[in-house]
Structure formats: C-alpha cells, structure tokens
T-cell receptor, first 114, second 113 residues
Framework: AQTVTQSQPEMSVQEAETVTLSCTYD???????LFWYKQPPSRQMILVIRQEAYKQQNATENRFSVNFQKAAKSFSLKISDSQLGDAAMYFC???????????FGKGTLLTVNP | DTGVSQDPRHKITKRGQNVTFRCDPISEHNRLYWYRQTLGQGPEFLTY????????KSRLLSDRFSAERPKGSFSTLEIQRTEQGDSAMYLC???????????FGNGTRLTVT
C-alpha cells in the first residue's frame, strides 16, 4: 500500500520568486516512481515532473526541479522564477513499480501574486 | 494525438437516477483508468483496464458502479441509483504498459440533487 501526504493546503508566491511544495510518501515497494501533477482551473491534470526512485539524481524540467530524499521519504517540488500560469492545484503522486495505479496526495493550491 | 476526451463535461441528475459517462483514451494507449475526485481531495482510484480486461477495482466502486471497455478503446462508467455522495469529478486517464506517465482527461463533474 502507498500513502502520499501533502501538508500544505495552500501556498503563495510572488511572480519571479521561488517556491517549494512539500510531499512525503510511504511505500512498501523497493521499486517505485514519484510524480508531481498540476491541475489548473481548466481541470485537466498535467504531468509536471517525475522521479524514478532508483535514480539518485534529482529530476529537473526547466523551471521545475525536485528534491528527492529517499531515506526521509520526501519529494518536494521547487518552482523557480514563478509565473502567473503556474497558479494551480499541485498533486504529488506515487506508483509502485509493479502496479500501474497512482496514489495521490490531497494537493496544494498555489497562488502566484503579480 | 487529440488527448483523452470525456463526455459530458457536466451532469446534473436527481437522486435515484442512473448516469453514464464516456471516456475516449489516446488511441495507442491500452491502459485506461477511472478516478474520482471530491472537493479538496486528490483523485482516488476507482478501476483500471488493460485493453478490454478490467484488472482492478477499488473498494470505492460499490455494486452501483460498473465500468466497461468493450472493444479495448473507449470506456463507460455507469452509476445506478445515484446518491448525493456520488457528487464528484470523475476523471479518466490513459497510458501505455511501459514506464510512461498517465494522460488525464478534463473530467466529468457530477452533481446529484
């Protein structure tokens, strides 16, 4: 079984600043994957970034990067140079290596202030 | 690639009525998922298909819920005798069997009055 916890229901950031969203997880599997999804007001869930647990190097996608701390079971998302279009609900999710099912956290609502 | 399509976008129904939602996945994706999302919560897994075979069902999927994917392409999710607690966003997602992320549709928002 997998659980994902996002302890920040809401966060805000000034445009062009950096913000970090927190996520912790628990899993009994040795092989697993972690994801951050973005859900804007238009509702479609969009993949932001993903991390394979066996990789020590933190994933990076343009302005988005993660801090993956495997021993602490922590997977935070850093958004640099925040833009107004980054405003959305962000969900952390995990999937076991042998299981195609995603388990989501409750989400963090990010507001970007101009 | 037209993305995952869900129909309708919104559905308002009276308690006790039956409703059916449709999902058209990305054409080359053989995995299809249904999730339910209530206000302030993350999506919760309901069921999963690989091609036409329904391989896993959540305990959330009571006997009033049924999902089909008859030809391994589109899928339908039916809720019989709807209850107010069924009000939620129903999300469909599709993917390939390899190590690839899921693609989500825009969802169907169900309101049971």
């Amino acid at each position: 079984a997998q659980t994902v916890t996002q302890s920040q229901p809401e966060m805000s950031v000034q445009e062009a600043e950096t913000v970090t969203l927190s996520c912790t997880y628990d899993t009994s599997e040795s092989d697993y994957y972690l994801f951050w999804y973005k859900q804007p007001p238009s509702r479609q869930m969009i993949l932001v970034i993903r991390q394979e647990a066996y990789k020590q190097q933190n994933a990076t996608e343009n302005r988005f990067s993660v801090n993956f701390q495997k021993a602490a079971k922590s997977f935070s998302l850093k958004i640099s140079d925040s833009q107004l279009g980054d405003a959305a609900m962000y969900f952390c999710a995990s999937r076991g290596g042998s299981n195609y099912k995603l388990t989501f956290g409750k989400g963090t609502l990010l507001t970007v202030n101009p | 690639d037209t993305g995952v399509s869900q129909d309708p976008r919104h559905k308002i129904t009276k308690r006790g009525q039956n409703v059916t939602f449709r999902c058209d996945p990305i054409s080359e994706h053989n995995r299809l998922y249904w999730y339910r999302q209530t206000l302030g919560q993350g999506p919760e897994f309901l069921t999963y298909f690989q091609n036409e075979a329904q391989l896993e069902k959540s305990r959330l999927l009571s006997d009033r819920f049924s999902a089909e994917r008859p030809k391994g392409s589109f899928s339908t999710l039916e809720i019989q005798r709807t209850e107010q607690g069924d009000s939620a966003m129903y999300l469909c997602a599709s993917g390939t069997p390899y190590n690839s992320p899921l693609h989500f549709g825009n969802g169907t928002r169900l309101t049971v009055t």
